[in-house]
T-cell receptor
Framework: DAKTTQPNSMESNEEEPVHLPCNHSTISGTDYIHWYRQLPSQGPEYVIHGLTSNVNNRMASLAIAEDRKSSTLILHRATLRDAAVYYCILRPNFGNEKLTFGTGTRLTIIP | DVKVTQSSRYLVKRTGEKVFLECVQDMDHENMFWYRQDPGLGLRLIYFSYDVKMKEKGDIPEGYSVSREKKERFSLILESASTNQTSMYLC?????????????FGPGTRLTVL
């Protein structure tokens, strides 16, 4: 399975945008890029996913590099509730249902 | 609201005991998963099931077995619990097909083996 690399931790001020990077240099052409987050004392929750084009939803935006070897999760206006561990995961488009989680980025929001 | 529920939030067992962790989902999902989560190691897949009575080993199946007799229920079994199985256990489910990408997680069961 292709692997992802994320910073162990990041800090951001409340109400400012946050850019969470992820490197996936061995990504294959059929791998989707998924992001999940895990709030304290909860199971992970889905945030967003994409293949080639940038994606937006109510939670976040996903910017994917043209060569697809990296991506950035963007929280447009961080709140204290966004403090969590964020996981960037590659999922093959077919055949394999499993997700391989790394250790993620622990995001701290400073009031 | 879609839901994945796990039978216990906290569980304490003794070494050598047989332990059952139950997971139920109400979304009619084909795929169900068991992970364990340990500090510094992230989430690691133990077993998954893509249909009733079907199962596949994940990355760390040793010491565990699973059962899926009904579509909505996926059980993780520790035949003889050991202290190195002290961990947070997370269950998840997901629909099949390329359009269904979101995996839904339960709240987790923190198991302590003494």
């Amino acid at each position: 399975d292709a692997k992802t690399t994320q910073p162990n931790s990041m800090e951001s001020n409340e109400e400012e945008p946050v850019h969470l990077p992820c490197n996936h240099s061995t990504i294959s052409g059929t791998d989707y890029i998924h992001w999940y987050r895990q709030l304290p004392s909860q199971g992970p929750e889905y945030v967003i996913h994409g293949l080639t084009s940038n994606v937006n939803n109510r939670m976040a935006s996903l910017a994917i590099a043209e060569d697809r070897k990296s991506s950035t999760l963007i929280l447009h206006r961080a709140t204290l509730r966004d403090a969590a561990v964020y996981y960037c995961i590659l999922r093959p488009n077919f055949g394999n249902e499993k997700l391989t989680f790394g250790t993620g980025t622990r995001l701290t929001i400073i009031p | 609201d879609v839901k994945v529920t796990q039978s216990s939030r906290y569980l304490v067992k003794r070494t050598g005991e047989k332990v059952f962790l139950e997971c139920v989902q109400d979304m009619d999902h084909e795929n169900m998963f068991w992970y364990r989560q340990d500090p510094g190691l992230g989430l690691r897949l133990i077993y998954f099931s893509y249909d009733v009575k079907m199962k596949e080993k994940g990355d760390i199946p040793e010491g565990y077995s699973v059962s899926r007799e009904k579509k909505e229920r996926f059980s993780l079994i520790l035949e003889s619990a050991s202290t190195n199985q002290t961990s947070m256990y997370l269950c998840a489910s997901r629909a099949s097909g390329p359009s269904y990408n979101e995996q839904f997680f339960g709240p987790g069961t923190r198991l302590t083996v003494l």
